[in-house]
Each structure stands twice: as C-alpha cells, then as structure tokens.
C-alpha cells in the first residue's frame, strides 16, 4: 500500500483474514516520520487475499488488498 499526498499516516496494520490471527503486524508513525513506507516479509499458509488498513493522522481509515499466490510453502519438514 502506498499513500502519496499531503497526507499523515498514523498506523498501518497488515490483515490475514484467513489466518488465526488475522493481525499479522501493526507499525506506528510519529508526528516526525515523515513518509511512511514498510517493507516486510510475512510467512503464509497458501494462497489468500492480504489487507493493508491504514489509519490517517485526521482518524480516518483506507484499506488496500491483494491476492497474493503462495507457489511452494516454507513451512514444510525436510528431515
């Protein structure tokens, strides 16, 4: 998710609607961040549709999704 503009981004919250904990990861920004940008990586299990919501310093909230295709899982047992 990308937020261009005039605008402060207050918190961004990474959602895994199908995971058993949805909340995958949170990240504040201070008044003094300036451009709010995040890269992570996240350990899925399979295929699923993953949500950024972004909170605005004004309160108000904007959501981005993708469907992001797992190919080979990590979480396999190779002994």
Known sequence: MRV?????VARLTLLSPRNPR???????????????????RVR???TQRVVALAQLADGTLWSSEAQ???TESACLDMG
Do not use: C, I, K, Q
């Open 68 to 70: 992001v295709e797992v």
């Open 22 to 40: 949805p909340v995958m990861a949170s990240f504040y920004f201070g008044p003094r961040a300036g451009h709010a940008e995040v890269v992570t």
């Open 4 to 8: 261009d503009g005039p605008v402060r």
């Open 44 to 46: 899925l299990n399979g």
